[in-house]
């Protein structure tokens, strides 16, 4: 409401012990009664209501021992940053500061509340959360809590892979995403958390094709360039060069052969550690292991032209091949041929009805196998490329190009 920007969802706190906010509604979920959590289910959606508390100590990084409840001054100063312990009476229509955070929104700053140490030491996603709002806010990270993430850098290891993946995905996708790694780099958490991209920091480029320099500072040019992106769409740009780095030779010029394959492998073990799904990680994977054969779509058979622009995620693909050369040389004339080339396209020539399909085959005296697959596709490729055109030439193909394979009507079981 501050920031004047509409918020994604409204926490609720309260003197009301968690019991009595359950016998407030009639729908209720009880996630952590004894942190003081309700979910308040109503037609609007579900709302988070904690009572107000005063946390124990912490030992595993996460969690407190223990809680007593208590009133909102003390709630407040077990918070995470001050700009995040402000309360709103909705009642008084006032905002209700105890710690500095409304001196600290207007300057522009991320502070933890009281002794940063404490609160890093407490919950060690934390430090990832401070370059989070530090870089979608625009604002600069405390000294006091700036030196403190330094220290604590290395205990981001022992946080979930869960929590870990969620606000990087927030960083990605939220904006600030260069700034998020500039800060992630300069605090070290980059190296414990992705050691893959922190290592293409210094990774030489052919300057005659990235003359914006190494393969890191071309990775965050490319953030830049990129508006609301999904997921995958910003993990693919993230890791699109990760394999660079593995690959570097220097012979004639500067070259990173099979950098695709090594990266898309290097792809599927950081999305395989951070936990995402089997579909996300297969998406990122082969935007990976395609992006340099982007280039090569308007030298292509039509046939695999034709396969390749209907890919289910060739739309993230084309737009991280947009970013990837605005990013270092500028030459966008393989992105204008495709998108022309789309622009002509009828609508069913990507995916046309098909001139034969597995019944057709038994019709002709085919008995059913893996060889159908063969058949279909050499069809379809044929199709696509517009050399058959008809059911009937279909047919006489096939029977022409198999006629062994036949089991002629009256013949074999």
């Excluded at 401070?130 to 030196?147: D, M, N």
């Excluded at 993430?149 to 205990?155: K, Q, S, Y």
């Excluded at 159908?372 to 379809?380: A, N, P, T, Y």
Aim: with cysteine; net charge negative.
């Amino acid at each position: 409401m501050l920031l004047k920007t509409p918020p994604k969802d409204f926490d609720i706190a309260t003197n009301a012990r968690p019991f009595e906010v359950a016998e407030l509604f009639d729908r209720t979920i009880d996630v952590g009664a004894a942190f003081g959590v309700q979910v308040v289910l109503l037609p609007e959606g579900p709302f988070e209501v904690t009572t107000f508390r005063k946390d124990g100590p912490y030992h595993d990084g996460r969690h407190p021992c223990s809680v007593a409840f208590t009133d909102e001054e003390e709630d407040a100063q077990r918070r995470d940053f001050t700009i995040n312990a402000l309360f709103y009476d909705p009642v008084e229509r006032t905002v209700l500061d105890y710690v500095g955070g409304l001196d600290d929104l207007r300057a522009g700053l991320v502070r933890a509340v009281g002794v940063p140490r404490e609160r890093f030491q407490e919950d060690h996603l934390r430090l990832l959360r401070a370059i989070r709002f530090a870089a979608r806010l625009g604002y600069a990270v405390e000294k006091q809590t700036y030196r403190a993430i330094l220290e604590a850098a290395p205990l981001i290891t022992s946080t979930s892979a869960e929590r870990i993946r969620d606000e990087l995905l927030k960083m990605l996708t939220e904006g600030g995403t260069r700034r998020a790694f500039e800060l992630l780099d300069d605090t070290g958490l980059l190296q414990e958390i992705l050691p893959e991209i922190a290592a293409l920091k210094g990774v030489e480029q052919p300057p005659e094709f990235h003359p914006e320099g190494d393969v890191f500072t071309h990775t965050l040019l490319m953030f830049d360039l990129l508006e609301n992106p999904s997921r995958t769409l910003a993990l693919g740009v993230l890791l699109h060069d990760a394999g660079k780095a593995s690959t570097q030779t220097r012979t004639d010029r500067i070259r990173f052969n099979d950098h695709d394959k090594a990266g898309a492998r290097i792809a599927r073990e950081v999305c395989e550690r951070l936990r995402l799904s089997r579909r996300e990680t297969e998406r990122v994977v082969w935007l990976v292991a395609q992006h340099m054969r982007f280039q090569h779509i308007p030298d292509m058979r039509e046939s695999k032209r034709k396969r390749t622009i209907r890919a289910e995620g060739f739309d993230e693909l084309k737009e991280l091949c947009r970013v990837d050369c605005l990013a270092s040389h500028g030459n966008l004339d393989t992105v204008a041929w495709v998108e022309n080339y789309q622009a002509q396209l009828p609508p069913d020539a990507l995916r046309p009805e098909p001139l034969i399909d597995g019944k057709g085959l038994m019709a002709l005296g085919y008995p059913p196998g893996p060889l159908f697959s063969k058949i279909l596709q050499r069809v379809e490729d044929l199709q696509l490329d517009g050399t058959l055109t008809t059911r009937e030439e279909a047919r006489g193909f096939v029977l022409t190009q198999w006629p062994r394979e036949r089991q002629p009507r009256g013949e074999g079981g």
